[in-house]
Nanobody, 122 residues
Framework: QVQFVESGGGLVQPGGSLRLSCAAS????????MEWYRQVPGKQRELVAS???????QYADSVKGRFRISRDNAKKASYLQMNNLTPDDTAVYYC????????????????WGQGTQVTVSS
């Protein structure tokens, strides 16, 4: 069964940077859109950034100008570059791959990663 795995999280000081990656465990035929979410305990999961073939990247107001989402179509991977991090960015970050087709005849479905912890603290 295909899995999408996030990596790149960890502990960083305020003002620092991290780059998160989300990649499939096997070959993928196509992915319609790629999204990054984050969640703090006791709060709703928040859409941070998204990218697709049909639209320009979109960002939550809280991260606009600091975060940048990108994709590698050949590798079927998504990346979230996070700069000038603050303690308010502390959360578990999840990638969500939308409309994934494993093969050309696959029924499309969404896949969530397992999440990676980002902690911003002195």
């Amino acid at each position: 069964q295909v899995q999408f795995v996030e990596s790149g999280g960890g502990l960083v000081q305020p003002g620092g940077s991290l780059r998160l990656s989300c990649a499939a465990s096997e070959r993928i035929f196509s992915i319609a859109a790629m999204e990054w979410y984050r969640q703090v305990p006791g709060k709703q999961r928040e859409l941070v950034a998204s990218i697709s073939n049909a639209r320009l990247p979109q960002y939550a107001d809280s991260v606009k100008g600091r975060f940048r989402i990108s994709r590698d179509n050949a590798k079927k991977a998504s990346y979230l570059q996070m700069n000038n991090l603050t303690p308010d960015d502390t959360a578990v970050y999840y990638c969500n791959m939308r409309g994934v087709e494993i093969t050309a005849r696959s029924l499309p479905r969404d896949y969530w990663g397992q999440g990676t912890q980002v902690t911003v603290s002195s």
